[in-house]
C-alpha cells in the first residue's frame, strides 16, 4: 500500500511538471528528474538561468508538485525598491512608518503552508540578506514596528540569472546565506541547448496567443 502511494505520488508529480514545462530534449528531461527528486521535500532550493530561461515555470513546477497546501507568493527582489522590500517581504504593523495607515502581514505569512519564490535573490541588499538568513533558521518573521515573532510555515525557492559565487567574492552577497540558499540547485538550460523543444514550444505560443487574438492557425513552416 505504502510503495503504491509513492509511485501514484510520483506520477501526479510528474504530470505536474510536465504540463507546465514544456519539452522532451535531454537538457529539459534532466531538468525534470531533478524538479520530481526535491519536490517533496521541504529543502530549500536555487534555481539558476539564464533571464527568459523560464525560472519562475520552474519555482511553479516545484510548489505545484510538491503538494504544500499554501499558495505559491512570488516576489521579485530587483522589482521592489530596496527601502520597500523589508515591509514587501516580513509585513509591518500600524504606525511603522510614513504611510502605514493598517498592520499588514509580508509575504512570508502570506507563504505560510506554501512556497515563496524570491525571483533575482542576487539583488537582495545585504542588510536584508542577513535577516532572511534568520528567517531560514528560526522559521519566525518579526514584522517591521513590531518585538513579536510570528512562527511561518514555508517552502523557500529561489532564482538568480547572476553568478553568486563572484557575489560573494566581492563581497556583495553573504556567504553563509549562500551555503543555505545552494542547499539543491536546478541549472535551468539556456533555449539554445534545447534546440529540439524549438518547434514544441513555437506550437504552443502560436496556439495560446491565435486564440487570444480569436485567430485559427493550424500549421506553421518550419523550413
Same mark, same amino acid.
Given at each position: 500500500m505504502v510503495i503504491y502511494v509513492k509511485i501514484l505520488t510520483t506520477r501526479l508529480a510528474m504530470q505536474a511538471i510536465d504540463n507546465i514545462i514544456l519539452g522532451n530534449s535531454l537538457a529539459i528531461k534532466?531538468?525534470?528528474?531533478?524538479?520530481?527528486?526535491?519536490?517533496?521535500?521541504?529543502?530549500?532550493?536555487?534555481?539558476?538561468g539564464e533571464t527568459g530561461s523560464g525560472k519562475e515555470l520552474?519555482?511553479?513546477?516545484?510548489?505545484?508538485?510538491?503538494?504544500?497546501?499554501g499558495t505559491n507568493i512570488s516576489v521579485n527582489c530587483a522589482a521592489i525598491p530596496s527601502e520597500l522590500l523589508e515591509s514587501e517581504l516580513f509585513g509591518h504593523e500600524k504606525?511603522?512608518?510614513? @504611510?502605514?495607515?493598517?498592520?499588514?502581514?509580508?509575504? #512570508?505569512e502570506q507563504a505560510n503552508k506554501?512556497?515563496?519564490? &524570491?525571483?533575482?535573490?542576487?539583488?537582495m541588499p545585504l542588510p536584508l540578506q542577513s535577516k532572511l538568513l534568520r528567517v531560514l533558521e528560526g522559521r519566525k518573521v518579526q514584522r517591521v @514596528?513590531?518585538?513579536?515573532?510570528?512562527?511561518?510555515? #514555508?517552502?523557500?525557492?529561489?532564482?538568480?540569472?547572476?553568478? &553568486?559565487?563572484l557575489r560573494v567574492r566581492?563581497?556583495?552577497?553573504?556567504e553563509d546565506l549562500f551555503y543555505r540558499l545552494e542547499t539543491f540547485s536546478v541549472k535551468v538550460p539556456a533555449l539554445r541547448e534545447r534546440g529540439e523543444d524549438v518547434e514544441r514550444l513555437a506550437h504552443h505560443f502560436i496556439s495560446v496567443y491565435a486564440e487570444k487574438a480569436g485567430k485559427r492557425i493550424t500549421d506553421i513552416d518550419t523550413d
Amino acid at each position: 500500500m505504502v510503495i503504491y502511494v509513492k509511485i501514484l505520488t510520483t506520477r501526479l508529480a510528474m504530470q505536474a511538471i510536465d504540463n507546465i514545462i514544456l519539452g522532451n530534449s535531454l537538457a529539459i528531461k534532466e531538468m525534470k528528474k531533478l524538479i520530481e527528486m526535491v519536490s517533496s521535500s521541504n529543502t530549500t532550493v536555487l534555481i539558476q538561468g539564464e533571464t527568459g530561461s523560464g525560472k519562475e515555470l520552474v519555482a511553479e513546477a516545484l510548489h505545484i508538485a510538491s503538494g504544500r497546501q499554501g499558495t505559491n507568493i512570488s516576489v521579485n527582489c530587483a522589482a521592489i525598491p530596496s527601502e520597500l522590500l523589508e515591509s514587501e517581504l516580513f509585513g509591518h504593523e500600524k504606525g511603522a512608518f510614513t @504611510g502605514a495607515d493598517r498592520a499588514r502581514p509580508g509575504r #512570508f505569512e502570506q507563504a505560510n503552508k506554501g512556497t515563496i519564490f &524570491l525571483d533575482e535573490i542576487g539583488d537582495m541588499p545585504l542588510p536584508l540578506q542577513s535577516k532572511l538568513l534568520r528567517v531560514l533558521e528560526g522559521r519566525k518573521v518579526q514584522r517591521v @514596528g513590531s518585538n513579536k515573532e510570528i512562527d511561518v510555515d #514555508f517552502r523557500l525557492v529561489c532564482a538568480t540569472h547572476q553568478n &553568486l559565487e563572484l557575489r560573494v567574492r566581492d563581497a556583495e552577497f553573504r556567504e553563509d546565506l549562500f551555503y543555505r540558499l545552494e542547499t539543491f540547485s536546478v541549472k535551468v538550460p539556456a533555449l539554445r541547448e534545447r534546440g529540439e523543444d524549438v518547434e514544441r514550444l513555437a506550437h504552443h505560443f502560436i496556439s495560446v496567443y491565435a486564440e487570444k487574438a480569436g485567430k485559427r492557425i493550424t500549421d506553421i513552416d518550419t523550413d
